[in-house]
């Protein structure tokens, strides 16, 4: 039989296909392209007449601003580079440039923010600029944040506007209070005024923005301004952006209009309000389902995680009871008991790995009574099996870290049995976090430290390189970058480095453990331990934790006091050598044995980055030239030893009082002579 007549190639191949799709359509719903990222799956609800979807349409389409031309292209991205670079002779020829590049992007500020090359210089002169160059570049992205906010690059330049904006509320408050700025108001619009105004601009497209990729960023910026949250906690900055943010460095750091601090900022009374608007904007909008949805949304779960933090710290335990708070929407039976609604969303988030982290804020912040309910109605009935999730453990964590003395007792019975489990699969951070919560609660570590012999060994040097698990062979002959890169890829590493300081710092049969370990490991083993990147943390930890090491200082400082120019030279290894000095506090001729094998080695010392740390930390220099003053130094007896900088100060003092007492004398010689001279005239005049 002939074969079809067709046509070669892949393009004809892909017209057939299409052909064939468009005669017999897929019950696929199609893919929409306008605010795709904010279509979210949520449970079907009967109440809502069969929707299972919630879409959050878009405000419009983002407005083109226009395109620098080519010659100014060049010009901003050369001064860019300028400032990065910081050249300058003085000051002033900085503040001319500056002032300059002001000048140049006068009317062109749209175009700059929105450009993915010049970007990064608004950024920089935003982060430069004086309180009156805020104000006027704030009113000039007024009636535009919407679409900016939504932008790639101009979502960036809205958030270094809004943080650095916000100390200047705060001191413009002041001034208002003390009475020094009664013209403020009348002279130049306010810092409160235009983040009010911002406010309103924003309300009506709150639910879009909080699922906005970009615009989500922005919009947690303006939250934590309004509520006066320290700009500078780590918690807030994890919060604010993510760890792939280019962080902008500024050439000179003394002319920047405020410095970020971790102490709570005072704001107008105006933002309290503004702040709870916008909240309840949000949450007003949406039901129970559309926000149990958002939880598990990639974008939208970090907003919910501030606005659940601020509701319980901003406005007190009464929101807990509110039933138009994001706490109850998400929780809405009370109590949260199993077999409810709310359990069930509970349970589902805690293996959630995006809708945990929700969890983890509400189990930290919620009110005392409320975290009781919820640890005592959901979460103690499962405490192994939460143990040894990869995901719902850190919820656990969490949760841990609020027990009273006799819920972490019986918290510690039932996860002990899981140890080996958990060992085995890596999970020794709930153990560390039962390690350092039995000793804040001052709970016997006793079952847990025979629950943790049990599963790393008996011999105490085997069961210290499991514990670390230390793979020296492999990395011996590596390089720095090369040992790097292993435990980066590695992070359990790291946390098995984190058990066993923590266990350091147990007095007790935990801390025994661990200096056995030590003990028992051959020098060969023990110097290979020193130059790990995460066991070295543990070694340290052993010479500085406590007073109450003393006899195992004095048995393992010997020991490594022979190993010190191995030790000097290596990057991680010269880290231990600077904590020989703290663990050698009461062993003052250890001391002198240490600095005596530096001395002799000066010259391979001063030739490497390391040995020039340590021979500075351990000051060698005041060892060769004031050997005396060493020694007591090195007995502590350091009283009535005046340092080189307070000799020079008494040297300059002395002079100077020199100087005023010469200068007094010879005052007085020339007031007597014109005394003198006086008399004279007035005795010839009588004569």
Not at 294 to 300: G, K, R
Not at 444 to 453: E, F, T
Not at 519 to 544: C, E, F, G, P, Y
Request: charged share 25%.
């Amino acid at each position: 039989m002939p074969k079809e007549h067709k046509k070669r190639g892949r393009r004809e191949e892909k017209k057939r296909k299409r052909g064939q799709e468009d005669e017999f359509p897929t019950s696929k719903r199609p893919k929409s392209n306008k605010g795709s990222e904010a279509d979210i799956i949520v449970d079907h609800d009967p109440h809502h007449n069969g929707a299972d979807y919630l879409s959050l349409e878009a405000p419009g389409e983002i407005p083109f601003y226009g395109l620098l031309d080519e010659e100014e292209q060049e010009y901003f991205k050369r001064a860019d580079t300028i400032l990065e670079l910081n050249q300058f002779n003085d000051a002033e020829e900085w503040e001319l440039f500056l002032a300059n590049v002001y000048q140049e992007a006068s009317g062109k500020e749209l175009k700059i923010a929105s450009s993915q090359s010049c970007s990064r210089l608004m950024e920089r002169l935003i982060l430069m600029s004086t309180p009156e160059q805020l104000k006027v570049l704030f009113r000039t992205f007024s009636g535009h944040f919407l679409n900016l906010a939504q932008h790639r690059f101009a979502s960036h330049c809205c958030e270094a506007l809004f943080l650095q904006a916000a100390p200047l509320v705060t001191k413009e408050s002041k001034e208002l209070t003390r009475g020094k700025a009664r013209g403020l108001a009348e002279e130049s619009t306010t810092a409160e005024s235009l983040f009010l105004n911002l406010t309103k601009e924003l309300e009506q497209n709150l639910g879009y923005l909080m699922t906005d990729r970009f615009a989500s960023h922005t919009l947690r910026v303006l939250l934590v301004v309004l509520s006066g949250r320290p700009l500078a906690d780590a918690h807030t900055t994890t919060l604010l952006q993510s760890k792939k943010k280019e962080n902008i460095k500024l050439p000179s750091p003394e002319t920047t209009s405020s410095s970020f601090s971790n102490s709570t900022r005072t704001v107008p009374a105006s933002f309290p309000a503004a702040l709870d608007r916008m909240m309840k904007g949000i949450v007003a909008g949406l039901d129970t389902n559309n926000l149990r949805a958002l939880a598990s949304h990639p974008v939208a779960n970090p907003l919910l995680q501030l606005l659940l933090d601020i509701e319980f710290g901003q406005f007190g335990k009464s929101k807990a009871k509110d039933l138009s708070s994001l706490f109850r929407k998400l929780l809405p039976d009370d109590p949260p008991r199993e077999g409810t609604e709310s359990a069930s969303f509970f349970n589902a988030m805690l293996y959630d790995a995006i809708g945990s982290r929700l969890m983890e804020v509400l189990l930290t912040n919620s009110p005392g009574k409320t975290f009781k309910v919820l640890y005592q109605n959901l979460l103690r009935d499962r405490l192994p099996s939460l143990a040894k999730n990869e995901t719902a453990s850190y919820v656990l964590i969490k949760a841990l870290g609020r027990l009273n003395k006799e819920d972490l007792q019986q918290a510690v019975e039932e996860i002990c049995p899981q140890t080996q489990l958990l060992v085995d699969r890596s999970r020794t951070s709930v153990i560390r976090c039962l390690v350092e919560r039995c000793q804040v609660r001052e709970v016997d570590p006793g079952p847990l430290a025979i629950s943790l012999k049990e599963a790393y060994g008996q011999q105490p040097a085997e069961r210290l390189s499991k514990m670390l698990q230390t793979s020296l062979a492999a990395t011996e002959t590596m390089s720095e970058e090369g040992r790097k890169n292993v435990e980066n890829q590695d992070p359990t590493k790291a946390h098995a480095s984190l058990l066993a300081q923590s266990m350091l710092e147990a007095p007790g049969p935990l801390r025994d453990m661990v200096t056995e370990g030590i003990l028992a490991m051959d020098n060969s083993i023990l110097l290979q331990l020193a130059k790990d990147r995460s066991a070295t943390r543990v070694l340290q930890k052993s010479l500085t934790c406590s007073s109450d090491t003393a006899r195992y200082r004095r048995m393992i400082m010997p020991r490594l006091a022979a190993m010190t120019v191995d030790l000097t030279t290596d990057p991680v290894g010269s880290h231990v050598v600077d904590a020989f000095w703290t663990g050698s506090e009461s062993l003052p001729f250890i001391r002198e044995k240490i600095a005596q094998h530096l001395i002799e080695h000066e010259a391979t010392l001063r030739d490497s980055i390391p040995g020039r740390a340590v021979w500075r930390n351990w000051k060698m220099d005041m060892y060769k030239t004031k050997r005396r003053d060493w020694v007591l130094d090195a007995k502590g007896q350091t009283a009535g030893i005046k340092t080189g900088i307070e000799l020079a100060r008494e040297r300059y003092a002395a002079q100077k009082q020199g100087g005023q007492t010469k200068g007094r004398g010879q005052g007085q010689r020339i007031a007597s002579t014109i005394r003198t001279g006086a008399n004279a005239v007035v005795t010839a005049g009588q004569g």
